[in-house]
């Protein structure tokens, strides 16, 4: 079993579209994540969740929606997409937030915007 | 969260093994150190963390200086498959939530 799944693992879409990317956990963890990964390899924190709390939210554009609808769900919904929004974008879970826990990742979502 | 440095690569053999630096000299009595991986087009992985004292597990082992202003990642016998990105993050416990951030980390080569 995954412990963490991502669905699309590939997504390509024109300037402008809306697109969501979906993110499941069954490690039962209260606190999940979402990262972006852009062509430099540098990993960046976008969003946390806590027991569907937001928690963390870093200067990410207004087009990014986190929705968290149960605690092992955490989607990215993302409007207007524009070129710089291709990258690689990571989902996490981990079992609490504080900072003393393992963090497991998916296998990542490649999004490509032409 | 204090801030580490790594090298930005390094080359090992397989079957030897590498130990990975990392330094924190501005780490504070809450802050975890944390290793991760990430091998070739998948996502990070966990390796190790701790606190103050030496840790072991299947994958490494984490040596921390007494002052805790530097540590190590130890691979007792690199693979090829240790062919990756190790990132060394501090994490400070905190009770309002916080996140893993990641740096440039450092990308470990083996070769036969």
């Known amino acids: 079993d995954t412990a963490v799944s991502q669905t699309p693992k590939y997504l390509v879409t024109q300037m402008g579209n809306d697109k969501s990317i979906k993110c499941e956990q069954n490690?039962?963890?209260?606190?999940m994540y979402w990262y972006k990964q852009d062509s430099k390899k540098f990993l960046k924190i976008m969003f946390s969740?806590?027991?569907?709390?937001?928690?963390i939210n870093e200067t990410v554009p207004n087009r990014f929606s986190p929705k968290s609808p149960d605690k092992a769900h955490l989607n990215l919904h993302i409007n207007s997409l524009e070129l710089g929004d291709s990258a690689v974008y990571f989902c996490?879970?981990?079992?609490?937030?504080?900072?003393?826990?393992?963090?497991?990742f998916g296998q990542g979502t490649r999004l490509t915007v032409v | 969260d204090a801030k580490t440095t790594q090298p930005n690569s390094m080359e090992s053999n397989e079957e030897e093994p590498v130990h990975l630096p990392c330094n924190h000299s501005?780490?504070?009595?809450?802050?975890?150190i944390h290793w991760y991986r990430q091998l070739p087009s998948q996502g990070p992985e966990y390796v190790i963390h701790?606190?103050?004292s030496n840790v072991n597990n299947r994958m490494a082992s984490l040596a921390i200086a007494e002052d805790r202003k530097s540590s190590t990642l130890i691979l007792h016998r690199a693979t090829l498959r240790d062919a990756a990105v190790y990132y060394c993050i501090l994490s400070g416990y905190n009770q309002a939530g916080t996140a893993l951030i990641f740096g440039k980390g450092t990308t470990l080569s083996v070769s036969s």
């Open positions: 969740y806590n027991n569907k709390e937001l928690i």
């Open positions: 501005t780490i504070s009595g809450t802050d975890y």
């Open positions: 701790g606190l103050t």
């Open positions: 490690l039962g963890h209260d606190t």
């Open positions: 996490a879970s981990s079992p609490s937030p504080r900072g003393n826990t393992e963090a497991f």
